[in-house]
Nanobody, 121 residues
Framework: QVQLVESGGGLVQAGGSLRLSCAASGSIFRVNVMGWYRRAPGKQRELVAALQSGGSPSYADSVKGRFTISRDNIARTVYLQMSSLKPEDTAVYYC???????????????WGQGTQVTVSS
């Protein structure tokens, strides 16, 4: 089993910053992709940022230049540094990891429990 534990959400004023963290643990053979999605009220879940092992990050157009994704491969942790936050960034943010479990042997999608980010105007 692979577990993801998120932290770092909260309430911030527009223009402020927050940093999200997500640590993966369990019977992990290899972590391929680590990323963040979000779901705003009344909207579908959308990709915010993703980072493949050894690759370049990809970002949603709405967050380019404001958000930065990074990962610590040894700690199996992914971070999302969010700056210049806007009210429209308000959403539940979910960590997503594509990893190979020792027991399963094939890549699977794993999701964190979600953390609320609220940006007040």
């Amino acid at each position: 089993q692979v577990q993801l534990v998120e932290s770092g959400g909260g309430l911030v004023q527009a223009g402020g910053s927050l940093r999200l963290s997500c640590a993966a643990s369990g019977s992990i053979f290899r972590v391929n992709v680590m990323g963040w999605y979000r779901r705003a009220p009344g909207k579908q879940r959308e990709l915010v940022a993703a980072l493949q092992s050894g690759g370049s990050p990809s970002y949603a157009d709405s967050v380019k230049g404001r958000f930065t994704i990074s990962r610590d491969n040894i700690a199996r942790t992914v971070y999302l540094q969010m700056s210049s936050l806007k009210p429209e960034d308000t959403a539940v943010y979910y960590c997503n990891v594509v990893a190979v479990d020792y027991n399963l042997g094939v890549p699977r999608n794993y999701w964190g429990q979600g953390t609320q980010v609220t940006v007040s105007s």
